[in-house]
């Protein structure tokens, strides 16, 4: 079932013909977006006396890190491949991602056109000018409609972009012409006319019809630009999940500092902008009680595609996560994952629900076109640390398949220190890049954040640990594309240069798939030992 749903959104992703392919200002036949009906307060249900099998085991072994995040990937493929496009005018269409391929709408160039400021030419030379001043001083000008044929052995002014009149045989550049005066123009004798200099001919960049950009594309100012020039006024994109974050505790301070055995929240404020960059529409972060009936009625009532909670994923007497996930009729994909920091993680879709029956009792149970479509829960762990971990495991694929992004690339990269690693688990440990190998830092506790403020993104570490100069996985943060555009001058010259030189021993020559190292601008000290992070079979529950 899972490979047929990943051949419907690939089919998706190939075959949309949604607005924006066709002829220009055409909008799509696609129904646009409906936003969806706000859900009344209710009474948490009572517990479901058939949970679903998979919340029933008691005892059941972590899943590897791997298949958690290939999990996750797969779990919203069914909804992605089912959500209309919605269409986006250019100025709005900056950082979405287009859902159907982009197909040129017109020629690129539309018609012949001069690369440069100079003559017109027809046939060989010397070429007569035109004897009306006007022609003589402006000639042909960028925007104006089709001039008159050229006659065989003429020549007449033209500018950068102007269209080329007919019979014209080529463009001489001003600096290789010469205008004596005598109404004749010659060309420099250190520049012979070649047949077809300087013209860009119909169609040289595309055709119409042509395919740009392939569906998944990111929505960047160079794509915005192809579009304009391609005929587009707006753009198909892929709509962006609704997402809502629950941050569970009795213990979190919102303002000012730790008293009476209080903390304050760090993952409030972090966890919502994380969402963000990863592709969601976060529409709210929610504060809850570590109560059973609170946390079940703020899932059951949430009308966002995806909801995120903090903390309350273990099995402690205020953990409320997988009871209201048994109350809810969910159903468990992935109940704890073989990671450190992080492995009492979660991921569960919850049950479709009949809108129509929920408002009317009395009709009929069998879900109809109003049945609301599955949504996921995301449970991440509360410690800090532990809760980026879940969030680079479980949130980032599953909203990469709801976004419609592509997987990123493998960006492996050799370990410059030692990593001792967990005896079963994968290990994900903060690393900034430095001389093109991954340096451990050191604060990487399942609570500290201080490692992975300054990282350049996680290294992930296999059980057993690894040997310095092991090549290992790195997963990148959102933000690490806008750390490299902002390296400075310095640091791209430094690169420059390193990548003309022969490769030593031990080192890489940067290839398709390799990462190019960030900027050497940290100042945490590094270390191959986890700081404060106990990664024996014994670690607690982060």
Not at 366 to 391: K, Y
Request: charged residues 20%; glycine residues 10%.
């Amino acid at each position: 079932m899972l490979d047929a749903d990943v051949h419907v959104w690939r089919q998706f992703l190939g075959n949309s013909t949604s607005e924006g392919t066709g002829s220009k200002n055409t909008r799509s036949r696609a129904p646009a977006p409906q936003t969806p009906a706000p859900h009344p307060k209710r009474t948490p249900a009572a517990p479901t006396s058939h949970p679903h099998p998979l919340m029933d085991e008691p005892h059941h072994s972590p899943t590897s890190w791997p298949d958690a995040r290939a999990i996750a990937a797969r779990a919203a493929v069914k909804e992605a491949a089912h959500a209309a496009p919605v269409m986006r005018p250019l100025s709005e269409a900056l950082g979405q991602v287009l859902a159907a391929p982009l197909a040129a709408l017109t020629d690129l160039p539309p018609f012949d056109t001069s690369a440069m400021d100079g003559w017109a030419l027809a046939g060989p030379g010397p070429w007569r000018l035109p004897t009306d001043e006007k022609d003589q001083v402006h000639g042909i000008l960028a925007g104006h409609g089709e001039a008159a044929a050229l006659p065989d052995g003429h020549a007449v002014r033209i500018a950068t972009g102007a269209r080329v009149p007919p019979g014209a045989t080529a463009v001489l550049r001003s600096e290789y012409g010469t205008a004596a005066g005598d109404g004749w123009l010659h060309a420099s004798a250190a520049h012979p006319v070649v047949l077809g200099q300087d013209i860009r001919t119909r169609g040289q960049e595309c055709r119409s019809g042509d395919q740009l950009l392939p569906a998944g594309t990111l929505v960047t100012p160079a794509v915005l630009g192809l579009a304009a020039a391609a005929g587009y006024d707006e753009l198909p994109t892929v709509r962006r999940p609704r997402v809502e974050v629950l941050v569970l505790g009795d213990e979190l301070l919102t303002e000012g500092l730790p008293h009476d055995g209080r903390i304050r929240d760090a993952l409030g404020p972090m966890v919502g902008p994380w969402l963000r960059a990863l592709g969601a529409e976060v529409t709210g972060t929610r504060r809850l009680a570590d109560e059973a009936d609170a946390v079940c009625a703020a899932v059951a009532e949430s009308s966002a595609d995806v909801v995120v909670t903090t903390g309350g994923t273990a099995a402690g007497p205020v953990d409320h996560v997988h009871p209201t996930l048994r109350r809810l009729g969910a159903e468990l994909l992935v109940d704890g994952v073989a990671v450190r920091p992080g492995h009492p993680m979660l991921l569960a879709r919850l049950a479709p629900e009949n809108r129509e029956s929920r408002e009317n009792p009395e009709k009929s149970e069998t879900p109809g076109p109003q049945t609301r479509p599955a949504r996921h829960l995301v449970g991440l762990p509360g410690n800090p640390l532990a809760a980026v971990s879940g969030l680079l495991t479980l949130a980032e694929p599953l909203l990469r398949t709801l976004t419609g992004r592509p997987a990123p690339a493998p960006g492996p990269a050799p370990l410059a220190e030692a990593v001792q690693g967990h005896p079963r688990d994968t290990r994900l440990v903060p690393v900034t890049f430095r001389q093109d190998a991954a340096v451990p830092l050191r604060f990487n506790g399942p609570a500290m954040l201080r490692g992975i403020a300054v990282a350049d993104g996680l290294a992930v570490i296999p059980p057993g640990g690894a040997k310095r100069g092991t090549e290992v996985e790195v997963l990148d943060l959102p933000w690490s594309a806008i750390t490299t555009e902002q390296l400075s001058y310095a640091d791209q010259t430094r690169r420059a240069d390193q990548a003309h030189r022969t490769p030593q021993a031990g080192h890489r020559t940067p290839q398709a798939g390799h990462r190019t190292p960030q900027a050497s601008h940290h100042t945490d000290r590094a270390a191959g030992h986890g700081d404060g992070e106990d990664i024996s079979p014994e670690e607690g529950p982060a």
